[in-house]
T-cell receptor, first 114, second 111 residues
Framework: DAGVIQSPRHEVTEMGQEVTLRCKPI?????LFWYRQTMMRGLELLIY????????DSGMPEDRFSAKMPNASFSTLKIQPSEPRDSAVYFC????????????FGPGTRLTVL | DAKTTQPPSMDCAEGRAANLPCNHS???????VYWYRQIHSQGPQYIIH???NNETNEMASLIITEDRKSSTLILPHATLRDTAVYYC????????????FGKGTRLHILP
């Protein structure tokens, strides 16, 4: 199994541009999570899906952020328009649920907004 | 979910046991103790979890006090590759739910 796949691994863009981050969860997992990590705020949950349905988006910072999961094997996190304060590492994780509820994290996307 | 308290950083000599403490005095009866770690520039990685009995797997051991208000993660023979931030989390198991990460403990393994 390839694990959780995220793309791109690095993204540099200019303020005001649209940014789309992509995630492919582990096959068979029914929950998907988007996190953001910065030095100041640590690791924060932005949104999570269960069976492709958004369950909790209370961590999404503002309307500039949106996330979709059109099917069980793909999710996107979009920022439009991007701002320098959005610079962070964005992680996607997936989970099968079950007794451990273990989440498997992807390698992350390092976003820099100039 | 209950909150946890961990020391911000710890050192441990290579080859020795690393003992990472965690306080979770407000833990509920149905909440498990989970440990994750994050090696530099990587995503967090699950280590172990437990409810009230001590647990051991290929990575670590988890010792939970009888009153469940604190626990200790033990890495029996620490190596340089164990240098990471270790997060102690309490949450209800078997639930597709969010993990609230605190600041964790930054463990330095010294050669």
């Amino acid at each position: 199994d390839a694990g959780v796949i995220q793309s791109p691994r690095h993204e540099v863009t200019e303020m005001g541009q649209e940014v789309t981050l992509r995630c492919k969860p582990i096959s068979g997992h029914n929950s998907l999570f988007w996190y953001r990590q910065t030095m100041m705020r640590g690791l924060e949950l932005l949104i999570y899906f269960n069976n492709n349905v958004p369950i909790d988006d209370s961590g999404m910072p503002e309307d500039r952020f949106s996330a979709k999961m059109p099917n069980a094997s793909f999710s996107t996190l979009k920022i439009q328009p991007s701002e320098p304060r959005d610079s962070a590492v964005y992680f996607c994780a997936s989970s099968l649920g079950g007794p451990t509820g273990e989440q498997f994290f992807g390698p992350g996307t390092r976003l820099t907004v100039l | 979910d209950a909150k946890t308290t961990q020391p911000p950083s710890m050192d441990c000599a290579e080859g020795r046991a690393a003992n990472l403490p965690c306080n979770h005095s407000t833990i509920s009866g149905n909440e498990y103790v989970y440990w994750y770690r994050q090696i530099h520039s990587q995503g967090p990685q699950y280590i172990i979890h437990g409810l009230k009995n001590n647990e051991t797997n290929e990575m670590a051991s988890l010792i939970i006090t009888e009153d469940r208000k604190s626990s200790t993660l033990i890495l029996p023979h620490a190596t340089l590759r164990d240098t990471a931030v270790y997060y102690c989390i309490v949450r209800v198991a078997n639930r597709d739910d969010k993990i609230i990460f605190g600041k964790g403990t930054r463990l330095h393994i010294l050669p």
